[in-house]
């Protein structure tokens, strides 16, 4: 009884730190969309993320964890490493918003706009898909995976074509690198939707 107290306790922490970092990414979402000033704080995720990883260490080498169990504690300690990078790169985003100056910050991709949409979408049912154990939705995500690099590219064939670059190298550097950590947390929740089908049914895709 006592292992499967340890175990749930592990499933609680990590939803919850998987609650944090989305409350964080749409926050990025939001100071992109909306051209808003947002702050994070990445201290509380990053400490949940360390006590996974010590309570997951612990069940593994005194607890006897077999099959199922054996699952769920490596599949929660690889997702939580996609979770924490995806709470960096909300960070990153925010840094690249507050780069662009107040005119820059209204200037219109469309495919840009797009792709955040996209994302911010596969953030919301992601967490859906991890509470409900829900296959066919986290299978569903991970083949959305290639429209999201499409609209990247689009985004970057976008840039390309901007008139006048020298008057735009700033506006072009900050976009580009939302351009990129916008796809890089859409890998991130792919792998995460993979972690997810693995903890329940063993199925790893990689």
Known sequence: MYKDELINCLKLDSIRMTELTFDDLNKAFNSIKNKQNETV???????????????ALRI????????????????ILKLVD??????????????????????????????LDILLNN?????????????????????EL????DNIDKLYLDVLNQLEKI???????????????IDKYLERVADHLVNINEWIIYIKNGEYKG
């Open 41 to 55: 704080n990445d201290d509380e995720i990053d400490a949940y993320h360390l006590k996974i990883e010590s309570n």
């Open 60 to 75: 593994l080498l005194k607890e006897r964890v077999y099959s199922q169990d054996l699952r769920i504690v490596t599949g």
């Open 82 to 111: 996609d979770i924490e990078r995806i709470g960096d790169h909300s960070e990153d985003l925010l840094w690249c918003t507050s780069k662009l100056t107040e005119l820059e910050k209204h200037i219109k991709i469309d495919k």
């Open 119 to 139: 994302v911010k979408d596969m953030t919301t049912l992601t967490l859906k898909a991890y509470l409900n154990e829900d296959i066919s939705l986290a299978k």
């Open 142 to 145: 991970i083949n959305s995976d």
């Open 163 to 177: 008139k006048e670059k020298d008057k735009m190298q700033n506006f072009i550097i900050y976009t580009t690198l």
